[in-house]
């Protein structure tokens, strides 16, 4: 008998704001007493979500449950910054470019962005929750223009093309005379990354697909050939499990000092009265990551997105035990405030509505770790810091192991090593985050 028990449950610091702003859902029950499935999903974000469609497209009929420990849209999937990138988007880089085989991540970048696109299609999502707009990469010094121009190169070396921007069409789109160039690419969804998820287990339930919210899997037992999976309410009895729990892999044995568990942080300010959008200027939705990938990003949205908005992200701290702290949400709080002050001095000042904590993992040798851990058991974690691509690829992908099936997505990903093992405690932490406080100083007009 193989068991693995959940070491620790998935904690959140702060709102999802990006649910929070959408008009409240609908809830889905509590997994109580004794069931059975075909397969067994532990995990509703993009990377789960994306594995249930998958499989009801390769295994009509299969009864698929899918189990999350919280509220669809409340986890990592409600905290992200909703780009969904198609491009080479490595974040240890200085600018982006990858060390691998470019062309193959594109393309399958580009896959996941369509199985997103036609499940917007097919379960009637609202558009506006999935605008194939592009982005920019700002650069705000000469240093940072200067790996604008190096992406350039890089991306025109792959066929793709690109458009520098000049300080004046970055104030023009903005509202914000911060920026001296940006490098802007055609092919990102910008999401409204909770009205997309919200929308997926909708068409999901819809289609067959069972939903289960805050029911946390405390174990999943192998006894024979049927997994036992429980949570404090009830338990499934299947054949298939498929873990979409990105870091928390680590919480259940699995890849343990391998992971680097990372946390992100954001703030939103509130409704943007007409007066205020006036002041600003600029374009109302468009989205800007720094062209140092330790700097800031800022998003606007609209009103179908959830209102007249700017939501701004940066700071970064490594926290082994999967839990950011009071401390780091109020640094990371003061710095993302002296940020929007920065761009946009005639809005400095402004209070914001919500702040809060994003989990994300990367590995070390920047690999997923997406295959079968043993018979029955999947895998379709770790997202190196690209929830959005990366986990409907890798979700994709643990469906088709599941199915039997050797496509593109899996023998990419199978191919990969391991996660590299990362340096011993306290030196992983404490090393770590001087290494992110320098890289942030250093990229600070970003």
Known sequence: MTRYTARTLPAHLGPAAWNAILPPQDAYPRLEGNKTANVVIIGAGFAGLSAARRLTQIMPGARVVILDAGRIAEGAA?????????????????????????RTLIALNRTACTFARTAVEDYDIAPAFFDPAGKVNGAASETAHAHNQSYARHLASLGETSEMLDAKAMQELTGSAHYRSGLYTPGTVMLQPAGYIRGLASGLSRSGVTVFEQSPVTEFTRQGDAWQVKTPYGQISTGKVILTVNGHLESFGIARGRLMQLFLFATMTPDLDRDTLARLGGHTRWGVTPSDPMGTTLRRIDTAQGGNRIVTRTCAALRPDMRATKADLARASCTMQRKFDQRFPKLAGMRMEHAWAGHLCLSLNGVAVMREIEPGLFSGCVQNGLGTARGTLTGMGAAELAAGLSTEITRH???EAEPKRLPPQPLREIGANAVLRVREWRARDE
Request: aromatic letters at 10%; proline letters at 4%.
């Open 78 to 102: 409600g905290r992200n910054s909703g780009f969904m990138i198609d491009l080479p988007h490595e974040l240890t880089s200085e600018d982006y470019a990858g060390t691998g085989d470019d």
């Open 413 to 415: 990903f199978t191919a």
